[in-house]
């Protein structure tokens, strides 16, 4: 199941369990048209989303990124990563490349990413929010979070550590590439 795309990965677990895009809608809280659109023309959304995609499949959200059986210690060396998602802007393109830190790690708690987040992302600023908390380093470039009302500016080295249900939104500030590492943390 690792090559699929994403639309095809949530359609195989919502027809393991048996249920009706109806129904996964009615679970998630999503509208049946944005589950129409993941399944069928492979949106990838932002995590809120896809967070409450794999609630309502009883999944944890790494499930849709790797399937592999757990290690530990987990290593993961720069020049081995491999992207896992892109999520896309609507109309803008790919705006972030998610390269998880945890895959191999079935048993986890956290969900840590090395992403890539491009110039794009900046297109669309819709506020999302979801359970838990994300902590956030800016590893390169400048990162604009919007949590709430107000608006922060980080740059390399700089750190923020949010509850992720307050809305939020994160992206690039400028007009070059930032990179970040982050660990969401997804209350069962």
Known sequence: MKSEKLGARIRTYRERKNLSRDELAQRSGLSLDIINALEEQDLYPSLGPLLKVTRALGLRLGTFMDDAGSTDPLIVRKDQRKQGLAMHTSGHGEALRFYSLGKGKADR????????????????????????????????????????????VLQAGDSIYLNSVVPHWVGCNGDEPAEIYAVLYFPD
């Open 109 to 152: 708690h956290m969900e840590p990413f090395f992403i890539e987040i491009l110039p794009e992302s900046a297109a669309d600023k819709s506020l999302s929010s979801h359970e838990g908390e994300e902590f956030i380093v800016v590893h390169k470039g400048k990162l604009e979070v919007v949590y709430a009302r107000q608006t922060y």
